[in-house]
T-cell receptor, first 111, second 119 residues
Framework: DAKTTQPPSMDCAEGRAANLPCNHS???????VYWYRQIHSQGPQYIIH???NNETNEMASLIITEDRKSSTLILPHATLRDTAVYYC????????????FGKGTRLSVIA | GAVVSQHPSRVICKSGTSVKIECRSL??????MFWYRQFPKQSLMLMAT?????????EQGVEKDKFLINHASLTLSTLTVTSAHPEDSSFYIC???????????????FGAGTRLSVL
């Protein structure tokens, strides 16, 4: 069972920041927060992950609350190509535990 | 990021035939690979976990005799759908974990998927 809760859909204007929230109130101390996205008819693409500190890479920023019960993925300047389903997943960083996907958030970037 | 190659991208077959899907990690060794299935408008569902050199572990409800998984090397896993029927039509996606030790590793990478249509 997915251990995260995400809104089913969001819209974002092209060029604006897209802020995608995720609740993971039952996250345990050894679990990381991973974000993936799936563009239509493709395999999921890794975006970013973090434990408790905010993280940034070339694709996005990840903001994790101090109590780690929620996080926000930020796409700073959304483009039409960012239209996809975004999945927030919690999982231990080590070991063989596979990613378990929930329903994710369908982000539509609008021109 | 690391590349996972999946082949074929699309296959159409007649009912009763078998279909093999290949999954390769191109620039890293993957001791563990995963197979997922995705039906239209649904999320990915884990089918099985495949460890190199050992038998795959199947999720509840997935028939191991129907979905044969072989993980013979550190870079190749195959999924064979045996005696395929129309209800097996789906989007099959493989995934491999980069087990490199170090910060920001142990990330799971995905292939592009195989769309299977059984007539």
């Amino acid at each position: 069972d997915a251990k995260t809760t995400q809104p089913p859909s969001m819209d974002c204007a092209e060029g604006r920041a897209a802020n995608l929230p995720c609740n993971h109130s039952t996250i345990s101390g050894n679990e990381y927060v991973y974000w993936y996205r799936q563009i239509h008819s493709q395999g999921p693409q890794y975006i970013i992950h973090g434990l408790k500190n905010n993280e940034t890479n070339e694709m996005a920023s990840l903001i994790i609350t101090e109590d780690r019960k929620s996080s926000t993925l930020i796409l700073p300047h959304a483009t039409l190509r960012d239209t996809a389903v975004y999945y927030c997943i919690v999982r231990p960083r080590t070991g063989n535990t596979p990613l378990v996907f929930g329903k994710g958030t369908r982000l539509s970037v609008i021109a | 990021g690391a590349v996972v190659s999946q082949h074929p991208s699309r296959v159409i077959c007649k009912s009763g035939t078998s279909v093999k899907i290949e999954c390769r990690s191109l620039d890293f060794q993957a001791t563990t690979m995963f197979w997922y299935r995705q039906f239209p408008k649904q999320s990915l569902m884990l089918m099985a976990t495949s460890n190199e050199g050992s038998k795959a572990t199947y999720e509840q409800g997935v028939e191991k005799d129907k979905f044969l998984i072989n993980h013979a090397s550190l870079t190749l896993s195959t999924l064979t759908v045996t005696s395929a029927h129309p209800e097996d039509s789906s989007f099959y996606i493989c995934s491999a974990r980069d087990r490199t030790v170090g910060d920001a590793k142990n990330i799971q990478y995905f292939g592009a998927g195989t769309r299977l249509s059984v007539l």
